[in-house]
């Protein structure tokens, strides 16, 4: 539908000084608008879960990894965020799985949406406010159908009831299709249809299949109506943000957005924001073809991208053996490094690359610990954007910060470029390893020095701006083991760097050399620095 002079979108006060200028990529549109909520400063924010049928696999942690982000970063920008993720637990997929098992749906829904919701865990999403289930909103759903039906805009046949695109004169606009290509469900039911386009709200019930009753008999509902029932009932008729897959653009949002407009007589969604999917096989750089990554994704399109991307069928399977190998903070590292509408392009070694650079920030921690005494980890960091600005007061090491905090602040500010965000990070690490080089800081160094203190501060703002990514919030988890195996192996490989050590000392350097390159076969680096030596792990 068009937008009129009523359109609650579209009447909003601008922006106040203590919110800032936050560009946001509207689907809809294909623009970038400045983000002006409806309610200001709370802001409604859906983004469409999974159909727990299975376990979960890296490719569903993409969308949750990036609106966690953001949720995250708004928060820190002064707004108060409601954060919606439902829980398809009734479902073709479900049934089947149902019948394969020969246990109850349910029963199955309650074991993936535990997987789902461990992992989520362990890639630190913590910020939803409310998991709704399918199941659980069945009188919402069925009034919802009603409504519908009540207006003209749905019709049922034979205990089935589909929606009339043909009602909703703006059909199509999100996905950009035309009536032509427009396309409902098959099988049985399209024999029913009016138009080929019409698509399901009830379902009658099959023998032996899960059902609910219903003014039109029994049966369950359709995908596409669960999520315009469960973000109504909690966001209300017009919220903020809809955030999901491109994949999920057309039919699913399509038909959302249809459903939801013509039963409120209001805009369902003011931003609709896609992210971009994962594809398995290439090779290359994490983060480093933002360029040619970000302007692929303006041009491919949605078909081209969900082509290719992570699937069952592509060998992609359970989560948890990736995060115990992986570790969960590398995932989510890897999944934000790059601008969350472009194609992540993932295999072992897009993993492992992320994996190394994530390192880097490891062994500045220890570098800061060891010259100051004080867990990174443990620093105290401003919460809030409002709080977290300061005066470098002509300190060269502060201005460099103050000046990387705007910049990681401007790129966020760009429609959450994450990738952008994580570069500036980088140049931070620099910078503050120059210093400490520069000032040959270490271990003892006096806490009360200008050079320290400058240290303890500029590192605190870093502590702010990454956390407001979800990153180094606690020391690293060790993977590839527990924690008395990883305690082992680290003292045997110091041990080893302390041989190699005194093998060098004594000028035997074909014996340094020797250990050096069996604990490179290994999987151990080993990294020489004027402090001494440290090792990583090669993946």
């Known amino acids: 539908m068009s937008m009129t002079a009523a359109d609650p979108t579209a009447s909003v006060a601008s922006p106040s000084s203590a919110q800032p200028a936050i560009r946001v990529y509207n689907t809809l549109s294909k623009t970038k608008e400045p983000f002006l909520p409806l309610r200001a400063p709370r802001v409604g924010m859906y983004l469409c879960g999974p159909t727990v049928y299975a376990e979960s696999h890296i490719g569903h942690m993409v969308g949750p990894v990036i609106f966690d982000t953001i949720k995250r970063y708004l928060t820190y920008s002064g707004y108060e965020v409601t954060w919606v993720v439902n829980i398809t637990d009734v479902d073709d997929k479900l049934i089947g799985k149902s019948k394969e098992r020969g246990i109850p749906m349910s029963q199955i829904a309650v074991e993936m949406t535990a997987d789902y919701l461990a992992n989520l865990r362990e890639l630190g999403v913590n910020q939803i406010d409310h998991l709704p289930r ?7 759903i069925i009034a919802f159908i009603g409504s519908l039906e009540s207006k003209g805009f749905a ?7 589909f ?3 043909t009602k909703d004169p703006g059909y199509g606009q999100l996905s950009n299709r035309s009536v032509e290509d427009q396309q409902g469900e098959g099988g049985g039911a399209a024999a029913k249809k009016r138009n080929p386009g019409d ?10 299949e899960p059902f609910w009753d219903s003014p039109w008999g029994e049966g369950r509902p359709g995908w596409h109506i669960e999520c315009s029932a469960m973000s109504h009932e909690i966001l209300g008729e017009t919220f903020d943000i809809h955030g ?6 057309f039919p699913h949002h399509e038909n959302e957005r249809a459903q939801s407009t013509c039963c409120h007589g209001a805009p369902m969604v003011k931003y609709w924001m896609h992210n971009g999917l994962m594809r398995a096989g290439e090779k290359g750089k994490v983060g480093g073809k933002s360029d040619r990554e970000n302007a692929a994704a303006e041009a491919a399109s949605v078909e081209e991208q969900a082509s290719g991307k992570i699937s069952r069928s592509k060998g992609a399977g359970g989560l948890a053996d990736l995060i115990r190998s992986q570790t969960g903070e590398r995932i989510r590292f890897f999944l934000l490094r790059t601008q969350y509408r472009s194609t992540i392009v993932y295999n072992e070694e897009t993993l492992a690359e992320a994996g190394t650079s994530l390192e880097a920030f ?9 010259i100051t005494g004080d867990s990174f980890y443990d620093l105290s960091a401003a919460t809030r954007r409002a709080d977290g600005g300061f005066d470098p007061a002509g300190d060269a090491l502060l201005t460099e910060i103050h000046a990387i905090r705007e910049k990681f602040l401007a790129a966020m500010d760009d429609d959450f470029n994450t990738g952008a965000a994580i570069s500036v990070l980088f140049d931070a690490l ?4 120059r210093h400490i080089d520069a000032n040959q800081l270490a271990a003892g160094a006096d806490a009360k020095s200008p050079a320290v203190e400058s240290l303890v501060k500029a590192t605190s703002v870093i502590a702010e701006l990454s956390r407001v990514l979800g990153l180094f919030a606690k020391p690293p988890a060790t993977s590839g083991g527990d924690e008395a195996d990883a305690e082992l192996l680290d003292s045997v490989v110091h041990l080893l760097i302390n041989l190699r050590k005194e093998a060098r000392e004594r000028k035997d350097y074909a014996t340094g050399d020797a250990i050096r390159d069996r604990l490179a076969d290994l999987g151990v680096a080993l990294l020489d620095k004027k402090e001494g030596t440290s090792w990583e792990r090669k993946s």
């Open 199 to 208: 698509f399901a709200l009830w379902k009658s019930a099959r023998p032996g």
């Open 430 to 433: 620099r910078t503050l390893n």
């Open 134 to 140: 399918a199941t659980d909103h069945m009188p919402q």
């Open 163 to 165: 929606f009339d695109v």
């Open 155 to 161: 019709y049922a046949i034979d205990g089935d009831v």
């Open 362 to 370: 490891y062994r500045y921690f220890d570098r800061f610990a060891e």
């Open 244 to 249: 999901g897959g491109l994949d999920l653009m």
